[in-house]
């Protein structure tokens, strides 16, 4: 087969079932490190979101402004998916497709899904910690820009931050589904571009991302409470898991299955 064809479905399913079934044969504790560093590698479009905001903010209109912060979302993506790093909107759909295959159970899949997002939110914490620190002592991101990022998840209706997570969690499930299918790696980093920027310019709901946001605001603002972020946090996750377990594999497995 060329590398022009492109990929059968059934072929995709069966790469994914072969992915993710590595994934559960690691060890926790590599599992974890590996979770820890994609929430710290992750936080680096926050860095880079916040540094288009200090620099550009009264000098775009409201809706320039939104979109060029929107093109540093998708950095922190291409480090931990092109660095292979384990993030766990990735693992709801990539999981779960070795259950659906039964080749995994069940308990498996929740235990993988806690493992990796401890991880993911313990980086992404530590990462908020310095950058709320550094960020505004360096002069690269304000503090404005950091409590304005954040105030886009806080304080929204529960069914708006369902839909917006589940939105989220459905797109990046297409995203690994369409990695799986893509060979060249300029092609990869295209896909997580067009991706990952829609998330970010409709400021859709990403549990690891948006925590990162959250809690970076939350250290240095007083109106930003831990019951802000716990608001945020677990619809966030139940939304992201419907999104790339239901919307993604479950259908796609479907597809490819007698």
């Not at 022009?4 to 926790?28: A, R």
């Not at 235990?111 to 505004?136: A, E, H, K, Q, T």
């Not at 799986?180 to 896909?191: C, Y």
Request: aromatic share 10%; net charge negative; hydrophobic share 55%.
């Amino acid at each position: 087969m060329s590398d022009e064809q492109i990929k059968e479905p059934g072929e995709v399913v069966n790469e994914q079932i072969s992915l993710g079934s590595k994934i559960y044969n690691m060890p926790s504790h590599k599992l974890f490190i590996s979770s820890f560093t994609a929430g710290l590698e992750i936080s680096f479009s926050l860095v880079l979101m916040g540094l288009l905001y200090t620099m550009f903010e009264g000098q775009l209109s409201k809706s320039a402004l939104s979109l060029v912060i929107s093109l540093g979302y998708p950095i922190g993506f291409i480090f931990v998916i092109m660095g292979r790093s384990e993030l766990f909107t990735e693992q709801t759909a990539l999981a779960m497709v070795p259950v659906l295959n039964k080749d995994q159970s069940l308990k498996s899949l929740v235990r993988l899904w806690m493992v990796v997002l401890l991880g993911n939110l313990i980086g992404g914490l530590l990462f908020s910690l310095f950058i709320s620190w550094f960020g505004p002592a360096k002069g690269i991101v304000s503090a404005e820009a950091l409590e304005h990022i954040a105030q886009k998840f806080i304080d929204q209706p529960l069914v708006l931050v369902l839909g917006s997570a589940l939105l989220a969690g459905w797109m990046m499930g297409l995203l690994g589904w369409l990695l799986t299918s893509a060979r060249e790696s300029i092609a990869r980093i295209m896909l997580i571009i067009l991706v990952t920027i829609i998330i970010g310019f409709a400021n859709l709901h990403h549990c690891v991302v948006g925590s990162v946001e959250v809690l970076s605001a939350l250290w240095l603002e007083e109106s930003v409470s831990w019951s802000d972020y716990l608001q945020f946090l677990w619809p966030s996750v139940v939304g992201n898991i419907l999104g790339g377990a239901l919307f993604v594999s479950v259908l796609k497995f479907a597809l490819t299955k007698e």
